[in-house]
Every structure is written in C-alpha cells, then in structure tokens.
C-alpha cells in the first residue's frame, strides 16, 4: 500500500477537507467561547475586539461575501495556470502545480475562512446573545491571515509560469527518486548470478487495468522472509498493465494462501514519486515543446539537456538490469528488473535528437549533455554513454549545417570521446 504521504501528495481535496473541518471546529469553539465564557472575563478583552450581535451580522455577511470572492478568484487562477501548463511546457507538467504543497494550503485557507465565518454568521442571533461577542474579532483576524495568504499565492503563482521554476521542480522530483533508489540499493543487493528459485511457482496477476503507481520492494523482502517464499517481479514500475497480466511469481515450498496486494498499487495515471522513467520523460517533454515549430524556443531546451545530463551521470551509478535483493540473512528474497542504463539513455534522448536534427545548438547540447553523464557516471557506463552519442550522430540532418557548425560539433564529440576513452570520430562521416 501506498505509504500516508504518497496518498496525501496525490488526493488534491484531501489538504483543503482537513482546513474545512478546523474551521467548523474553530467555529464550534468560538460560539461556545461566546456563550459561556465571554461575558465573564469581558472586562479583561479590550473592548475594540468585542461586537455587538447586530454589528457582528453585518461584519461577518461581509466577510462571507468577501471569502468567498477570493476563493472564487483562486480556483480561477488555478485554472488559468493549468491551461498555460498544458499549452506551454506539457500535457503533463500541470500536476506539478496542482499537487503542490502551496497550492492545496492556500485553496485549504480560503475554504476554511469562508466556512468559518458562514457558520459564525448562522450561530449568532439576539435570541442566543444578550451581550458582546468575540467571534467577530476572530473573523476578521483569519481574514488578515486569508489577505496575507492571497498576497503570497499571487507570487507563488508568477513564480510557477516561469519556465526556469519547472525545470527546476522537475529535475528536483527527479533526482529524490534517484536518491531514493541509490539509498535503497546500497543496502540491499545480489548478484543475479545467484538468483535460483525453488518450489512451485504461483502467478499474481493485475485485477484491474492501469499504471503501477508503488511498490514496497523493502516490504517484499521482509514479506519473502517471514514466509520462507521468492518474489519475482514481472512488471516494472510505471508499467501499464491490463486485467489478468502478470505481476509477480511467487515461489513457494508448499501450496498456502499469500497475497500480495498491500505492497503495490495500479492506478489510472503513472506518478514520478518511484517512476524514474516517467520523472526523465517529464523533463524531456518541455524540451521538446520548447524546439517545436509553434515555439523556436532552443534555449529552452539546450538548458535542460544540461541539466538532464546531470541526472543521467547520477543515475549512472545505479544497479540497473536484473538484481537480486537479499534479507538480513544474504538469502535472496525478490528479484525486480530495472531499465537497462542503455534503454534510459535512448529513451531520454530519441525524441529531442529527432525533433532537433536540423538544429546544430540542440545537436550539441545533447553531446555537452552526455560530456556532463560521462564526468559524472562511473569508468563501466562509459561505452554505453558514447554509443549513444553515435546513434544520435546518425540522425543528424546533415543537409541544414555548414562548415562552421560542423567543426563546432567535432569539438564536441571529441570533448566526449576524450572523457570516455574512445576512438574519436570524424562528425560529417556518419
């Protein structure tokens, strides 16, 4: 199952439910602070916070009517934000505004200002009150804080069309789920050489179609060893899969009852929280926007093959292909297959080196993109990462350079092949 913060992160209403039901608390507590408490200790309140109920009717109707304007206006620049989103970066970068921390606070703050001074004006009546009230004072005040808020999300807000701020949230999801999974291999990991299932073999199958959004490898391993079974892992993270595919093998001595479920979820649209695929493929998707022929934007897109190549050099340094994952005890317990480095690598630059063929600022930030991988990447991935600057030499629209753009993209390419201990090679030959 999904750990608490996933679930949060993902469910967009859950955030602002929890401000709905502080603010009907908080209301709750300021009607009973009125009725009970107020008129005792009113000679120690300073008598600016205190209202009559007449006055408190017609400050709190205006502050409802006012609430509710500003929520009204935030959903509105919410929808705004998402549609350039969509128009500008990708179809896929507005979930990284709307699942924003800021964002589900600040709609939270509006919601719950809203209800609380609407239940504020349903408790206070003259036929309840016969002296000054307090829950005005406190109505105002949460709407200073409201104000406060609002003046804040307006630079939140700026801050987020910019370009600049979403490469960097993307590459920032990116690198934690590489973080994550170089934390977790440092601690559990087997050769493949050694992975020999015994016992029957028993296939789990998907019961629904969609993404495989999670799945707890460090909770398959414990489960392996308190049952004495072996986990194969058939599908991989961000796979879509389809009612009654494979999942999971598991290898048991004798025939028992075991289910799997409550270490992976499916879900109708992949995630970048352990997807690292779909966190690269974010990324590139801006890229590619960015040197579309609606756009002509290469800046854009030469900035993030740098960054990109950051990511590729780290994640270089991650066990990929088939592993093994061992107990306490050294004895194998799950075996999961991650992506080739080779496949990441084609993956992450197959669109761009297309789309950008024709263009010699695009073709020689993808080699500055694989100089800054292989600085980073460990001596091993270095063939890997030179034949990639090959295949993407290959596509190269030779026809739309000049002589000038050709020997900037020899430098290049030989910059890489010094880094990577290769054979150099002449760029206008392949």
């Not at 107020?38 to 709190?60: M, W, Y």
């Not at 001074?117 to 004072?137: C, G, P, Q, W």
């Not at 479920?261 to 970048?272: A, C, K, L, Q, W």
């Amino acid at each position: 199952m999904k750990p608490i913060a996933y679930t949060v992160k993902e469910k967009v209403w859950l955030i602002p439910a929890v401000y709905s039901v502080a603010a009907i608390l908080l209301s709750l507590a300021a009607f009973f602070l009125d009725l009970y408490l107020v008129e005792r200790i009113s000679r120690f309140i300073p008598p600016i916070f205190l209202t009559s109920v007449e006055v408190g009717q017609t400050i709190l109707g205006i502050l409802t009517a006012a609430m509710l304007t500003m929520t009204t206006f935030t959903f509105s620049t919410v929808l705004v934000v998402l549609t350039t989103y969509t128009s500008q970066f990708s179809p896929r970068a507005p979930e990284n505004f709307i699942r924003s921390s800021a964002t589900k606070h600040v709609l939270g703050i509006f919601v719950a200002g809203f209800i609380f001074n609407m239940l504020s004006l349903l408790y206070i009546r003259k036929d309840v009150f016969d002296h000054e009230i307090l829950t005005t004072a406190i109505g105002i005040l949460l709407v200073f804080f409201c104000i406060a808020t609002f003046a804040y999300y307006i630079h939140f807000v700026a801050s987020n069309v910019q370009v600049s701020t979403l490469i960097n949230k993307l590459t920032n999801d990116a690198e934690d789920v590489i973080s994550h999974y170089k934390a977790f291999q440092d601690e559990q990991f087997v050769s493949l050489e050694k992975w020999d299932p015994f016992g029957e073999k028993e296939t789990i199958t998907a019961t629904k179609a969609g993404y495989i959004q999670f799945l707890d490898l460090v909770g398959l391993v414990e489960f392996a060893e308190k049952h004495d079974v072996e986990i194969e892992i058939v599908s991989k993270i961000g796979d879509y899969v389809y009612e009654g595919k494979p999942l999971i093998h598991l290898y048991l001595k004798k025939q028992k009852k075991l289910s799997l479920d409550y270490f992976f979820s499916i879900g109708d649209e992949r995630t970048p929280e352990q997807d690292l695929g779909y966190a690269i493929q974010k990324i590139i998707e801006v890229a590619i926007r960015a040197i579309s022929p609606g756009r002509q934007d290469p800046n854009t897109a030469n900035d993030i093959l740098i960054r990109l190549g950051h990511l590729l050099g780290k994640m270089g340094s991650l066990k990929t292909d088939d592993l093994v994952l061992a107990d306490d005890k050294g004895k194998n317990r799950v075996m999961y297959r991650f992506s080739p480095y080779r496949e990441i690598l084609y993956k992450a630059f197959y669109q761009i080196s297309y789309q950008g063929r024709s263009d010699i600022s695009v073709i020689s930030s993808m080699a500055e993109s694989l100089t800054v991988t292989a600085a980073l990447a460990p001596d091993w991935r270095h063939e890997t990462i030179w034949k990639t600057q090959l295949h993407i030499l290959e596509g190269i629209n030779g026809d739309a350079l000049k002589e000038a753009d050709w020997n900037y993209l020899q430098s290049k390419v030989d910059e890489l092949a010094s880094i990577t201990k290769q054979q150099p090679v002449d760029v206008t030959s392949i």
